[in-house]
């Protein structure tokens, strides 16, 4: 399965957004009835992360607890919520609040003391049965202690978002 760096798409409600840092990756996924939507493709997004990623999240909510930053809950919390989770704007899963959505676009994200961001999935359609996952993230620094912060997170997350969408993909090949 390959998974290439991208731009983000034109049409993404991300662009409306002024941000200090972006980036965007592109996975293409088999959906032969045309039955994925974005609902659908949210819930795998959350539901299958690499274990690895679990294992950094916990030590990063650990570390960032410390100095007052939000945290999402636990992997038990997170399977819960998944399953309630309708991707109407102010669901959240962990510290994924949805702020924005449309027929083929939901924006998750936070907004922090240090930092916002906002995660776009989007859907766009490639084949008669193959379809694009995009995701996309931006990135809004509130201060310097946002800026530092981000220096110490973007070498794990431009391994993360990659591994995510690697993931979703799997996780909508075993639906489809």
Same mark, same amino acid.
């Given at each position: 399965?390959?998974v290439?760096?991208? #731009?983000i798409?034109k049409?993404?409600?991300?662009?409306? #957004? $002024?941000? !200090?840092?972006?980036?965007?990756f592109?996975?293409?996924?088999?959906?032969?009835?045309?039955?994925?939507?974005?609902?659908? =493709?949210?819930?795998?997004?959350?539901?299958?992360?690499?274990?690895?990623?679990?294992?950094?999240?916990?030590?990063?909510?650990?570390? =960032?607890?410390?100095? /007052?930053?939000? $945290? /999402?809950? /636990?992997? !038990?919390?997170?399977? +819960?919520?998944? +399953?309630?989770?309708?991707?109407? *704007?102010?669901?959240q899963?962990?510290?994924?609040?949805?702020?924005?959505?449309?027929?083929?676009? *939901?924006?998750?994200g936070?907004?922090?003391?240090?930092l !916002?961001?906002?995660?776009? *999935?989007?859907? +766009?359609?490639?084949?008669?049965?193959?379809?694009?996952?995009?995701?996309?993230?931006? =990135?809004?620094?509130?201060n310097?202690?946002?800026?530092?912060?981000?220096?110490?997170?973007?070498?794990?997350?431009?391994? *993360?978002?990659?591994?995510m969408?690697?993931?979703?993909?799997?996780?909508?090949?075993? +639906?489809?």
């Amino acid at each position: 399965m390959k998974v290439e760096k991208a #731009h983000i798409p034109k049409k993404s409600l991300l662009l409306k #957004h $002024t941000y !200090n840092y972006s980036d965007s990756f592109r996975g293409v996924f088999m959906d032969p009835e045309d039955d994925a939507d974005i609902l659908i =493709v949210s819930k795998a997004f959350f539901t299958a992360p690499p274990r690895w990623i679990d294992k950094l999240l916990i030590l990063r909510n650990k570390i =960032v607890s410390v100095f /007052g930053l939000k $945290t /999402g809950g /636990g992997i !038990n919390e997170r399977n +819960q919520l998944i +399953q309630s989770f309708r991707g109407e *704007i102010g669901d959240q899963v962990g510290v994924f609040k949805v702020f924005e959505r449309s027929d083929d676009e *939901i924006i998750l994200g936070e907004d922090d003391a240090h930092l !916002n961001f906002r995660v776009s *999935i989007l859907l +766009q359609p490639k084949s008669c049965d193959k379809k694009d996952l995009i995701i996309s993230t931006v =990135v809004s620094f509130n201060n310097w202690y946002g800026k530092l912060y981000f220096l110490v997170v973007k070498p794990f997350h431009k391994l *993360i978002v990659p591994a995510m969408l690697k993931s979703t993909i799997k996780e909508l090949a075993v +639906q489809y």
